[in-house]
């Protein structure tokens, strides 16, 4: 740590370990907790540097203890190969872009030393669970457990050759994993199979139980296999693979005939009676869908929790330090809803940073009367408000799918019709599905 500090702690040398050490030295200096945001476009580094800050302030807080890291210090370290597996997956533009924002919080006590932390987490893109853009691939658990997995418990779990189970296969990022004319699919392989083991690991130093674990990999499987599931038509969607499903069922702990109802039907009840209305193949498939989504999702939020109860400060802190890793800007051949709001989260971001940089850093300037020459920068207000406003983007998607008889195409008329004359909203020259919206960092 004195290295550190002796090298980075200076002005003249801007990086990571500075802006962590600034931080940390804040803490006593102001006597108020601390916050380090790192923003950027997609594959900036901004996954990397996050965990750089948390080692550099698990290594000061180490400092004040004799030179060994804390228990709670090792367990947030080790939620971050989680973290990262869960909730990080290949996009066109970064092999291992995190598709969810968090935010981490680190506890201290009035002696530097790390006594607790806490994760919050945002916007899980949950829709990636269940395809992908081309060449792109699912969350990197799936690979790591089908690649890593012994082979007793990948048996166990009715587990094979990646390329079976279209949810991971579908993008065209699958290949056999012994080809030898692929050198980076190949590396990617290798990759993953130690990726796994240091999943398992940090599982190990979390201090979740060997059963809890096989229970993770358990619903896993049961995603996997539910991506298998295919219907046919004869007076409404049939399950036409009912090995499948039935797997599906045992390994999501579920009834077999339950699920395949709630696959193929719509339930409705009204003045207390229930009815069944059969579904078409489009709509077994998007029900198919949503419940993968909804488990993932959920499984997730479990895991967070369990780690957050594993790092949980056992009485009030001195201070803290936040660490926000917000996901970053991204622009895809078909960008969906939930790559919207991650676009917006990163315009509302550059909005923040043209206020208080820009905006208010000058104004003061100005007030004290200090030479200053200004700088021109682009305000991105409209483009907020084209979101926000009534009748923006966010109103019209919202009302459009309360309506029961609302549908693509009406919504894309409202936007249109509402949103045609702002600089910031970019409607097709030939008609199409779609829209644009120009952001700071691109349309």
């Known amino acids: 740590s004195s290295g550190i500090n002796a090298e980075y702690g200076g002005e003249d040398k801007p990086h990571i370990y500075a802006i962590a050490n600034e931080a940390f030295r804040n803490i006593w200096k102001s006597g108020e907790s601390q916050c380090v945001l790192i923003s950027g476009e997609s594959g900036a580094g901004k996954t990397e540097s996050t965990k750089m800050i948390l080692d550099f302030l698990s290594a000061m807080g180490a ?9 709670v210090s090792s367990r947030i370290l080790s939620s971050s190969p989680i973290l990262e597996a869960f909730g990080n997956a290949k996009t066109v533009y ?3 872009s995190s598709r969810f924002g ?19 987490h945002y916007l899980l893109e949950k829709n990636r669970t269940v395809g992908q853009n081309p060449s792109e691939r699912n969350y990197h658990i799936f690979y790591q457990l089908l690649l890593g997995m012994t082979e007793p418990l990948k048996s166990k779990l009715c587990l094979d050759d990646p390329k079976n189970f279209s949810y991971i296969s579908a993008a065209g990022s699958v290949r056999d994993p012994n080809c030898e004319d692929d050198p980076i699919y190949i590396k990617q392989v290798k990759r993953d199979k130690s990726d796994y083991k240091e999943v398992l690991n940090a599982f190990e130093v979390m201090g979740l139980s060997s059963q809890a674990v096989e229970d993770i990999l358990t ?4 995603i996997l296999h539910l991506g298998n599931v295919r219907f046919y038509m004869d007076g409404g969607a049939q399950i036409s693979d ?3 499903v039935e797997k599906a069922a045992q390994f999501l702990s579920v009834n077999t005939e339950q699920l395949v109802e709630s696959l193929t039907h719509n339930k409705r009840e009204m003045r207390g009676e229930v009815f069944l209305s059969p579904l ?3 709509q077994a498939l998007a029900s198919r869908d949503s419940i993968t989504m909804a488990v993932y999702s959920h499984l997730f939020d ?6 957050n109860s594993r790092i949980k400060s056992p009485k009030p802190p001195f201070s803290s330090i936040g660490v926000l890793d917000i996901f970053g800007f991204e622009n895809f051949q078909i960008n969906r809803f939930e790559q919207f709001n991650i676009n ?3 315009e509302k971001l550059q909005q923040y940073f043209n206020k208080h940089i820009f905006s208010l850093e000058q104004l003061e300037y100005n007030q004290e009367g200090i030479p200053w020459s200004d700088i021109d920068w682009t305000d991105n207000a409209g483009c907020i408000d084209l979101v926000e406003r009534k009748m923006g983007v966010f109103s019209i998607i919202d009302e459009e799918s309360r309506f029961p008889k609302g549908t693509d195409k009406s919504m894309l008329e409202k936007l249109h019709n509402a949103n045609a004359k702002s600089p910031f909203y970019i409607k097709p020259k030939i008609t199409g599905p779609d829209f644009g919206i120009r952001h700071y960092a691109g349309d």
């Open 63 to 71: 400092k004040n203890n004799n030179g060994e890291k804390s228990l």
């Open 94 to 96: 970064n092999h291992n």
């Open 102 to 120: 968090k935010f981490i919080q680190l506890f201290f006590a009035d002696d530097g030393n790390i006594v607790g932390g806490n994760i919050s």
């Open 219 to 222: 619903i896993l499987a049961g």
């Open 242 to 244: 009912r090995d499948a």
């Open 280 to 282: 078409n193949e489009d």
């Open 302 to 307: 479990w895991i967070i929790q369990r780690i």
């Open 344 to 346: 917006f989260a990163n």
